[in-house]
């Protein structure tokens, strides 16, 4: 019998030039490169996006807001603090005040805490300077927490407006950082930073190492994203990997290398749990910086930190492709609170008025 | 300037609307270790007559500048309402938002800066021991009693906050200016524990119609406090 044959002369024959190293613009324009591919929704004016993920997940919220999406914000400053102190405590920086959610396993848990089926043992971590620190955010108040009470007040607070979070968005952008991380041997509660770092005491009885692999990885993620659409079904998501290299590895062997393993797990198992959910799709921003198209030019003087143009970059990409916009991704000022008149700011105004009113008469006035 | 040769006294109380009480309870007492003068006079408000003290040579000096900054920011209640911790005082009403304490000891510091400048620049003038002193503390309620002018009724019908929250304000606010003054190795004095009940707040009968500042009661318990203090 006569072999049957093919439409094609080989299977690449006909492909699109996007599959094809020496066809890709970047080549001669590096502004050209764009590595995404067919997006399975678009992300519209009126879709509350919710980021998290690690510190490369804060230029997303940055670059949606300005570009007028609507980038949802659950946790908001009280109308006391200004925009500047509000800014400080990192409100608005994600929609809520998780801080960097490196890991997997911290997304997991946060939701779990969230929802109250993970009590995690410890509840404040003690700081240098005698306040405290919640142990899941601990860089998250810079001047710190007075008292473990304090901590836990502020959680409940935090974790409702991740819980609103949770239950109110459209989109929800995840970029996964890291695969390091520090836990409690006792309950396996994963730290964002290891105890001692910046708040606690490491204790070796205590406290572990875990590398995550690409199986606890994906897990994790893939818990995350089921819990998520069981609150809220309508959710669509986008996973990206951060391109920001460890800034240390708790591992004996050069950054560079645990650099290679963290991020080559967090990219197969977001390609794992992109192929098995539907509208879910990878965001290849990770690919858009590390990638020779862009000749490392898009790396810091400390070849660590992104530059704002490769910012630029990823974000036009994202834009363009969920939300059909065109030219140059511009960031914003995080804004934590909507920009309505506040009643609040306007009585500490004549609050303060009519007080030195009551400090001249009361040379006057108040002498019986 | 004056150019007659300096007055010697013994202790000088230098300061703002709270040196009101003090140097009234100093003309009744006929106090001649004591001096407080009110530096706005003929000068206006956050502004400093130096004309009234220049000609003075103190053994020591006491200042009394702001104390009313934790007033400005939780007299009147927010909008939404809120509370604290502020150990000792770990009380928080549950349904009220929490504003971290270190965001608030940011506020009320900037607030304070501006009193705490005004001290220092006093304090320039003078090569002698250097103390500060506590504003008046927080009042328990506002009752019958209290009258404040007409223009404060907008405020008024928000809601004055409760004594807890207010007590906790005062208590940062002593705090900050401990911490502040020890820089300029200045020594705090804290209001005459005489003047507070035993919940903290200022007794009832040591303020008139006017909750932020003291009388001349209150003046007098600052009067005897201090000679305890500074004789101690």
Known sequence: MPERASRRRHPYAGQPDRQFWRKEPGLNDMARFDPVGATSFDIERDDKVVTAGSCFAQHVARFLANAGFNFLVTETPHPLLSDKIAADLNYGLFSARYGNVYSTRQLRQLLERAYGTFAPIVGAWRRPDGRWADPFRPQILPGGYVSPLEVEHDRELHLAAVRRAIEEMSVFVFTLGLTETWTDRRDGAAYPLAPGVAAGDYDEDIHCFVNLDVGQVAEDLQWSLDFIRSRNPGVKFILTVSPVPLNATAIDRHVAVSTAYSKAVLRVAAEQVTAANALCDYFPSYEIITSSFTRSTYYADDLREIRSEGVKHVMSLFLKHYAGASGDAQPSVPQARASTPDITRERTRKSEALMQVLCDEEAIDNAL | ?232
């Open chain 2, 1 to 232: 300037m004056s150019e007659n040769a300096p007055t010697a006294v013994s202790t000088l109380i230098l300061g703002e609307s709270h040196c009101t009480a003090i140097s009234r309870a100093i003309v009744d007492s006929g106090e001649t270790n004591l001096t407080a003068i009110d530096v706005r006079v003929g000068a206006g408000p956050s502004k400093i007559n130096e004309e009234l003290f220049a000609n003075l040579n103190p053994c020591r000096l006491i200042l009394a500048f702001g104390g009313t900054e934790h007033n400005i920011l939780g007299l009147v209640e927010a909008e939404p309402r809120f509370d604290f911790i502020w150990p000792p005082f770990e009380d928080f009403i549950g349904d009220r938002c929490l504003v971290p304490a270190s965001a608030l000891e940011e506020l009320l510091a900037w607030r304070m800066h501006s009193a705490l400048t005004r001290a220092l620049s006093v304090r320039e003038r003078f090569s002698c021991p250097v103390y500060a002193l506590a504003p008046p503390p927080a009042f328990r309620v506002v009752d019958e009693r209290a009258k404040l002018p007409s223009a404060f009724n907008d405020l008024l019908a928000a809601g004055i906050a409760p004594g807890t929250v207010r007590r906790k304000l005062y208590a940062m606010q002593c705090d900050l200016a401990r911490a502040a003054y020890a820089k300029e190795d200045i020594t705090y004095i804290p209001a005459p524990p005489a003047a507070v009940d035993e919940d903290g707040y200022l007794l009832r009968a040591l303020w008139n119609k006017d909750p932020t500042h003291g009388n001349r009661t209150y003046g007098r318990l600052v009067v005897d406090h201090l000679k305890d203090v500074l004789d101690a």
